[in-house]
């Protein structure tokens, strides 16, 4: 990163793993780099310079994150790399002495990065906020993921991130819509590491869906927290003209017992109820849900309890894996249960997941939805139907919202044609 380099012929990878807000962070540093002169990819290559946004929502996700530096340094052994996220935030000693790495910083300190190349003799930046200054460019897809919030409060027994991300805050909801209005994508993911908590002084979720009334294209909601389905939100969201009935409810798990352990804020027939909300203003929604497997407090009974709340939800599908312990938190103090145990669940509930993610498809089968298109992969125009079936039509179509009826089960998604 020195400044008798030529900018316009360094190129730099910026590669992301986890959560839909670290690929929006993402976004913002590459449009940072980008202003520096650099040509920016996020797929690993050859480069000068690795920024590597890692993930730590698991141990497994750590050791992806390490991974991946050394991946980036065989690439180019004389390649600065800054590794930043929330493994490095977690475990910054694991990665600061990995031979080629020039920097490391946490979740909370991205802002800094392109500074930090700046001031080895770069172009000069002002002094605004770091989310509208590197506000990521037209997104080369027809989808663009939008952060509205970021860190969390709840402190779940299980989860490391509130430690990592800090305390929960909110964008300006006036920022919000200037972003979707400037990138004008055909659907715009609203997303948060809790977004349900989104809160600009006193302006809550609702308060920012209503704002979003007159945005001319799609929109879809992240991950949200049971409290947050109220009649009041979802007759918010029947009032946004083209939004996407799609909702990710993270469960975690159907014992209350459980719950309870994992200082979730809700129980099992709570949670029955809200679906049963969605689907009164929703019919043909989509509800998807995270399931741990195997937290240490859970029993073959509690374990069942989630699959046969996953079966009577009837979920369209199911983000589930193996319990992960992280030092720090209060589930660590926990004996784990034997990796043998959650294997043998992870195998229940993954065929479970499939039936009901099939199941879902099924039911849509000859019926029109809406459709908005994001690539061409392998001969077939690849996106997602309003309520997310990820759909294939077979050639090269407009890159535009159009309606299309499902033909045939097709991958994990279906074959259709446009109506």
């Known amino acids: 990163m020195g400044s008798n380099r030529n900018e316009k012929n360094m ?34 290559g050859y480069a000068d310079l690795y920024i590597i946004n890692t993930c730590a929502v698991t141990a497994e996700a750590e050791k992806k994150s390490r991974q991946t530096v050394a991946r980036a340094r065989k690439f180019n052994k004389s390649a600065k790399i800054i590794v930043t996220g929330c493994a490095s935030q977690h ?160 469960l975690q798990s159907g014992s209350n017992k459980v719950l309870k352990s994992m200082n979730r804020r809700y129980d099992r027939e709570t949670y029955i109820e809200k679906c049963n909300l969605i689907r009164k203003y929703f019919p043909s929604a989509a509800i998807t849900t ?22 009577e939800v009837k979920f369209a599908d199911v983000h589930c894996f193996p319990y992960s312990k992280r030092e720090g938190t209060v589930g660590a103090k926990l004996k784990e249960l034997p990796s043998s145990v959650k294997d043998a669940r992870m195998d229940v509930l993954l065929a479970v997941k499939k039936e009901l993610k099939e199941n879902f498809i099924n039911n849509y089968i000859g019926k029109t939805l809406s459709f908005v298109p994001e690539e061409v992969e392998n001969g077939y125009t690849v996106g997602y139907t309003d309520n997310y079936i990820r759909v294939y039509v077979k050639g090269e179509i407009p890159l535009k919202e159009c309606d299309i009826q499902l033909i045939e089960g097709f991958l994990d998604g279906a074959t259709a044609k446009i109506v």
Request: charged letters at 25%; glycine letters at 8%; proline letters at 3%.
């Open 11 to 44: 190129k730099a990878v910026v590669f992301t793993l986890g959560c839909k807000v670290n690929g929006c962070e993402s976004a913002s540093l590459i449009s940072g780099l980008k202003s520096l002169g650099y040509d920016v990819t996020d797929k690993l």
């Open 91 to 250: 475990s910054p000693d694991d990665f600061l002495k990995k031979e080629g790495v020039t920097l490391v910083t946490g979740a909370n300190a991205k802002d800094r990065i392109i500074e930090e190349i700046n001031e080895v003799g770069f172009r000069k930046f002002d002094d605004e906020g770091y989310y509208e200054k590197y506000l990521p460019e037209n997104p080369s897809r027809t989808r663009a993921y939008i952060k509205v919030q970021d860190g969390c409060n709840n402190f779940c027994s299980y989860c490391i991130i509130p430690y990592l991300r800090g305390r929960s805050r909110s964008r300006k909801p006036e920022n919000v819509v200037a972003e979707i209005q400037r990138l004008s994508p055909l659907e715009a993911v609203i997303t948060g590491i809790n977004l349900s908590a989104y809160n600009y002084e006193n302006i809550g979720l609702k308060g920012l869906i209503d704002r979003l009334i007159d945005v001319n294209c799609r929109i879809r909601l992240g991950s949200l927290e049971v409290g947050i389905i109220t009649e009041e939100f979802l007759s918010a969201l029947k009032n946004l003209k083209n939004f996407a009935p799609h909702f990710h409810l993270s």
């Open 290 to 311: 995270d399931i741990i497997v195997g937290y240490s407090t859970e029993t073959e009974e509690d374990f069942l309890d989630s699959v046969n709340l996953c079966k």
